[in-house]
């Protein structure tokens, strides 16, 4: 089944805590991007990566970090998270929109609590 | 920089009936595409219907429609039959033809009562 994965799917922190979520996907996309969906703000794109060693900033990076070691994977990590890091988070990939395909695929999200 | 409004926070609708949508959106470009999606209350992310700016027809699928007014930057969706599972939250969202980043609305929350 294509999907794309994120674990953990909840998580409470404490502030300064180093964290990682992981995101799968098993699609062989070249696109990954991470959002962060706040209450009244909508999803906003946090990092995104074109391919395997490329990514870049989106529209909110501040306090995150990314890395796209291998093309099935695009994890997210909090160095010293912050309450203001409190949100929901979603990983979502595409193909290359050259091939025509539009949709991109979500995960399942992550509810993170930093305290 | 593109930006996408949606003014109706929340909507109410009773089953069976019609239920519209708004969503505005701003960009100077000409070819790009547009997306409605739904969270349910299980926060997963579905794609419910996607317009290209190059067609003029509007994109229908099954009993959700959109009305796409390019020079009006207007894309309001339009769901027939209401059913108790469509209650959740709408996401309106934009993607330029040239990237694949998604820029959101901020959401319409709909609750379809019995």
């Known amino acids: 089944e294509a999907q794309v994965t994120q674990n953990p799917r909840y998580l409470i922190t404490v502030t300064g805590k180093k964290l990682t979520v992981t995101c799968s996907q098993n699609?062989?996309?070249?696109?990954m991007s991470w959002y962060r969906q706040d209450p009244g703000l909508g999803l906003r794109q946090i990092y995104y990566?074109?391919?395997?060693?490329?990514?870049d900033k989106g529209d909110v990076p501040e306090g995150y970090k990314v890395s796209r070691k291998e093309k099935r994977n695009f994890p997210l990590i909090l160095e010293s998270p912050s309450p203001n890091q409190t949100s929901l988070y979603f990983c979502?990939?595409?193909?290359?929109?050259?091939?025509?395909?539009?949709?991109?695929?979500f995960g399942p999200g992550t509810r993170l609590t930093v305290t | 920089a593109q930006t996408v409004t949606q003014s109706q926070p929340e909507m109410s609708v009773q089953e069976a009936e019609t239920v519209t949508l708004s969503c505005t959106y701003d960009?100077?470009?000409?070819?790009?595409?547009l997306f409605w999606y739904k969270q349910p209350p299980s926060r997963q992310m579905i794609l419910v219907i996607r317009q290209e700016a190059y067609k003029q027809q509007n994109a229908t699928e099954n009993r959700f429609s959109v009305n796409f007014q390019k020079a009006a930057k207007s894309f309001s969706l339009k769901i027939s039959d209401s059913q108790l599972g469509d209650t959740a939250m709408y996401f309106c969202?934009?993607?330029?033809?040239?990237?694949?980043?998604?820029?959101f609305g901020t959401g319409t929350r709909l609750q379809v009562f019995p």
């Open positions: 960009t100077s470009e000409n070819n790009y595409y």
């Open positions: 990566s074109m391919n395997v060693e490329v990514t």
């Open positions: 979502a990939s595409s193909s290359d929109r050259t091939s025509g395909s539009y949709e991109q695929y």
């Open positions: 699609m062989n996309h070249e696109y």
């Open positions: 969202a934009f993607r330029s033809y040239n990237t694949d980043k998604l820029i």
